[in-house]
């Protein structure tokens, strides 16, 4: 639906929030849910990332429409009652008829369904596979209802987001990546409430905003009034937090929700049918107008009862890519925990690539318990050496952290394993050994590794030997990738296509002797494309950088920098579809480490900075010694093109020149000794056989030199 995206920039689809005319008498409860907001086009406007992940996952949904959950994912959630008067509280047991309402409707067990199926559209009803349950543990560890309540001074909220602050006389929001945040309270203008699209980063307003009245399904207090009387506000609202959007009307019935499978409507309605058939231009026959969609702007609760595949297919890719952290082991949070319980979360050290053998070990020591922690051992090991153990003694409420320095040790020249766990908390046994313990990878090189050094990738352990992948999201970062390759079987990527915008991935080398060969430089295989079209505006690019640290990674300098289409390797420069590199579509890239030659420990940092574009792919990395002048990409001039590369060694190289003058085609190797070179007369260019098949196996570099030109090519002999 190419259509889509400018539509909702021209606010045809502003309607997010739902809203109405507040009758005068209490409750103050919306009448209709006719009037289109502003918030949507607003957030949009504010965040453009979150409107290219919305078309990505729209996207996902039209590859896969019929979409069906293969497992069942459970989000906690947290209710922040914030009132001004007792009637706006809202019992306990309202808020747990909301969460069965929530469970019902998206697992498909509300017994409404019938309408769709009445009407036509039973075979669209989908089970989304998402389910919810209230908190039973805080940020803090700490026991909790999964309810908490707020008396405020203030009269009504607006979607300015002070009910998410408490400094604003709301509450404060819980971690978001860990708990799906709703807030109750007394809405102005007559909103029912509003939901924040994911945007792919942490959003400190991350959740959802109902209308007190709205909560619940025919709660005996009287608080939720027909229309709006079935819990389905939050339903709504939740499909917003899951990256739908409404099925807007279009006289022209295009389907601007960019979903297959719920049909456009044509007009704006303002009567709802109780399960019969209803028609428009759009929808003449039966089944006619979905209306029971929960996405449909419905003045009504009676008539929603479904989603459809197409619209699950979003929600899935949404927690695939944006809301990962929901898939994981959350269900913990809706459970009590054991009393004593303490664990090892993470190390601090010893990580990475460490250039002194003096090695002071340090861990986070967390209370997951019920109890206080005043007691445990932790232990650690080296390479499952003998164990060392530490008596640790203070006062870590349920939830709290502290940092361990355990005893010192001197590492060896070599890769070692960390590894470090508790036990006897309090003097007891543990109640949950599951996160009991942690391991880290480091390596400590005497001297930095001598040149020439290469990686290619091909080994299937990730990060190769020495290597340290830094992924300070936890999210899409430095892989190994056996889809693409410049040569041999594999390539290192990083998912771009789905990756946070602004997140900074690295992949730091061993340490390398700069001084073991003469003017070293790096040399290293890039493919990209963009997502964005370059010329619109605003656009958008991921980032390739390298750095190098000559003091073991405390500081870092600036090497290469390249962003937009200077980065771009591939024809066309931008593609909708996820980027998967064919062999001409890689280029050889060069950096020079002349001002770091003197350095006998360097590191190389190669960084990926997310655009939330496309994915870039690296190869064939090698620093060696500068084999040819200028940066090795392709002059005008003068065209290059070797091949089958791979091959056993029985090469062609198609040259083309712009004026005839002599040429020399010259093989070197990785150490660059030469084992081939041929002149040529004056020459246009032509095709030209490189024979290598008496050669080894490995890496080698094809220069053509003509005139004040040269191309260089790597081509690899397998055999």
């Known amino acids: 639906m190419n259509q889509f ?38 957030f ?6 979150a409107l290219k992940q919305l078309r990505k996952m729209q996207d996902a949904a039209r590859i896969n429409p019929h979409y069906q959950p293969q497992t069942t994912v459970v989000i906690p959630v947290v209710f922040h009652v914030v009132y001004k008067t007792a009637a706006q509280t809202i019992d306990d047991s309202v808020l747990l008829n909301q969460l069965q309402v929530l469970n019902e409707d998206y697992g498909k067990m509300n017994a409404d369904t019938t309408i769709a199926y009445n009407v036509g559209y039973g075979s669209l009803v989908a089970n989304t596979g998402i389910q919810f349950c209230l908190a039973t543990i805080d940020p803090n560890s700490a026991p ?6 707020r008396n405020t001074t203030t009269i009504s909220f607006t979607t300015n987001d002070n009910v ?10 819980w971690d978001p990546t860990q708990y799906l945040n709703v807030w109750v309270c007394n809405l102005s203008a007559g909103l029912l409430g509003y939901a924040e699209f994911p945007t792919g980063n942490v959003s400190p307003t991350d959740g959802v905003v109902v209308h007190y009245a709205c909560v619940g399904r025919n709660n005996p207090n009287g608080q939720t009034v027909a229309p709006f009387n079935r819990g389905r506000t939050l339903t709504h609202e939740l499909g917003h937090w899951f990256n739908l959007v409404h099925m807007n009307p279009d006289p022209n019935c295009v389907d601007n929700d960019g979903i297959a499978d719920t049909p456009p409507v044509s007009d704006q ?24 969609n929960f996405m449909f702007y419905s003045d009504a609760d009676s008539s929603q009862c479904m989603f459809t595949p197409g619209q699950v297919a979003v ?58 922690l005043t007691s445990c051992t932790i232990s650690y090991d080296v390479d499952n050496g003998p164990a060392t153990n530490y008596s640790w003694s203070g006062s870590l409420a349920p939830g709290q952290t502290a940092q361990v320095t355990l005893a010192a040790y001197n590492a060896t020249n070599a890769q070692h394993v960390f590894h470090a766990w508790t036990s006897s908390p309090n003097g007891n046994t543990d109640g949950n050994t599951a996160n009991d313990a942690d391991s880290s990878t480091y390596y400590f090189f005497a001297g930095g590794l001598s040149l020439p050094f290469s990686e290619g990738f091909e080994n299937m352990t990730f990060p190769p030997f020495g290597w340290t992948v830094m992924n300070p999201d936890n999210s899409y970062t430095w892989e190994r990738d056996t889809l693409a390759s410049s040569s041999g079987m594999a390539s290192a990527r990083v998912t771009n296509f789905y990756n946070t915008a602004g997140q900074a991935d690295d992949l730091i080398t061993p340490p390398l002797d700069l001084t073991s060969v003469p003017n070293p430089q790096f040399l290293f295989e890039v493919a990209y494309q963009l997502y964005t079209d370059p010329a619109s505006n605003p656009n958008y690019s991921d980032t390739l950088r390298i750095f190098v640290s000559t003091d073991c990674g405390l500081t870092w300098n600036v090497a290469y920098n390249n962003y937009g289409t200077s980065l771009v390797t591939a024809t066309p420069q931008f593609s909708p579809n996820e980027f998967i590199p064919a062999q001409p579509q890689w280029r050889l890239d060069s950096v020079s480490l002349a001002p770091w030659a003197g350095c006998t420990n360097a590191l190389l940092k190669i960084e990926n900075i997310s655009g939330y574009e496309n994915d870039l792919y690296i190869d064939d990395l090698i620093a060696n010694q500068r084999i040819a002048s200028g940066v090795m990409q392709m002059e005008s001039g003068i065209y290059v093109n070797v091949f089958p590369n791979p091959s056993d060694g029985n090469f062609y190289a198609d040259v083309r020149l712009d004026a005839p003058q002599p040429m020399t085609v010259t093989v070197t190797d990785m150490l660059g000794n030469e084992v081939s070179a041929q002149q040529y007369g004056a020459t246009s260019g032509g095709r030209y056989s490189i024979d290598l098949r008496a050669q080894p196996a490995g890496v080698y ?11 260089i090519r790597r081509i690899t002999v397998a055999k």
């Open 5 to 42: 995206l400018p539509r909702i920039v021209l606010s045809v689809f502003l309607a997010t929030v739902f809203s109405a005319t507040v009758s005068a008498q209490a409750p103050a409860l919306p009448q209709q849910r006719a009037a289109e907001n502003s918030y949507t086009g607003n």
């Open 701 to 711: 570099f094809v220069k053509v030199s003509a005139g004040d030109f040269t191309e």
């Open 144 to 149: 909790t209802t999964g309810i908490e309540r």
């Open 44 to 49: 949009f406007t504010a965040h453009p990332e």
């Open 269 to 292: 309605l303002t009567a709802w049918p109780c399960c019969g058939v209803l028609t428009d231009n759009c929808n003449p026959t039966a089944p006619g107008i979905m209306y029971m």
């Open 315 to 372: 929600m899935w890719s949404t927690l695939t890519n944006l809301r990962s952290s929901f898939l994981n082991a959350t269900t913990s949070l809706c459970t009590l925990p054991p009393p004593d319980d303490a664990g090892i979360p993470s190390i601090t050290a010893p990580v990475g690539n460490l250039c002194n053998s003096a090695i002071s070990p340090m861990v986070t020591l967390r209370n997951f318990g019920s109890a206080a």
């Open 164 to 173: 998410k602050h408490y400094s604003s006389g709301g509450l404060d929001i």
